[in-house]
């Protein structure tokens, strides 16, 4: 039972244009959510992250919005940049006391064209 | 301040053959985390320790064992492998326990084939 999807594999974007990365959870205990990215052969590095009592998280070109009602969140990335070309995972923890248990989703590979 | 490293990188072991997966941390973190990834299934909890002395399960223990030998390192053991643990294997290590979210830093990855 997957319980964070990420129902896009794949998304292709130019440069200069925005990118728009969707994950939908099914756990209501989820409060808090994350976004890695991943280069090939190396680890997911954190990007950025939300708690559910906001609904907009901005860091520079990065910006995850958390839609509680439909359990769906999703990272917009304006301008895109080649340098974003990689995998991102979405990723839920519960809180209380499993802040450290992440749920991943599967994955969503980003292709920036220049 | 190399962060989270992972020996080996690579390994090929036939079924039933054992091995330890390495982790070590130099960022005085209290909590560690492995990982396993398959294609299709994102990143899963395999272990994780959540201050030194602790270790628990996470989504999918079962083949694994784990030592969390001091506060720097975290080891992973495989005593008897099957062909459907091949996949890459994380690490991952973060600044405080489980009381609130912390950042949690991954190494590079162990890429095991089990024939």
């Known amino acids: 039972d997957q319980q964070v999807k990420q129902n896009s594999p794949s998304l292709s974007v130019q440069e200069g244009r925005i990118s728009i990365l969707n994950c939908d959870y099914t756990n209501s205990m989820f409060d808090y959510f994350l976004w890695y990215k991943k280069y090939p052969a190396e680890g997911p590095t954190f990007l950025i992250s939300?708690?559910?009592?906001?609904d907009k998280n901005e860091d520079g070109r990065f910006t995850v919005f958390l839609n509680k009602s439909a359990k769906h969140l999703s990272l917009h990335i304006v301008p895109s940049q080649p340098g974003d070309s990689a995998v991102y995972f979405c990723?839920?923890?519960?809180?209380?006391?499993?802040?450290?248990?992440?749920?991943f989703g599967q994955g969503t590979i980003l292709t920036v064209h220049p | 301040n190399a962060g989270v490293t992972q020996t080996p990188k690579f390994q090929v072991l036939k079924t039933g053959q054992s091995m330890t997966l390495q982790c070590a941390q130099d960022m005085n973190h209290n909590s560690m985390y492995w990982y396993r990834q398959d294609p299709g299934m994102g990143l899963r909890l395999i272990y994780y320790?959540?201050?030194?002395?602790?270790?628990d399960k996470g989504e999918v223990p079962n083949g694994y064992n784990v030592s969390r030998l001091n506060k720097r390192e975290f080891s992973l053991r495989l005593e008897s492998a099957a062909p459907s643990q091949t996949s890459v294997y994380f690490c991952a290590s973060s600044e405080g326990g489980f009381t609130s979210y912390n950042e949690q830093f991954f190494g590079p990855g162990t890429r095991l084939t089990v024939l």
């Open positions: 939300i708690s559910s009592i906001k």
């Open positions: 990723a839920a923890s519960s809180g209380g006391t499993s802040y450290g248990k992440l749920t």
């Open positions: 320790s959540a201050s030194e002395g602790t270790t």
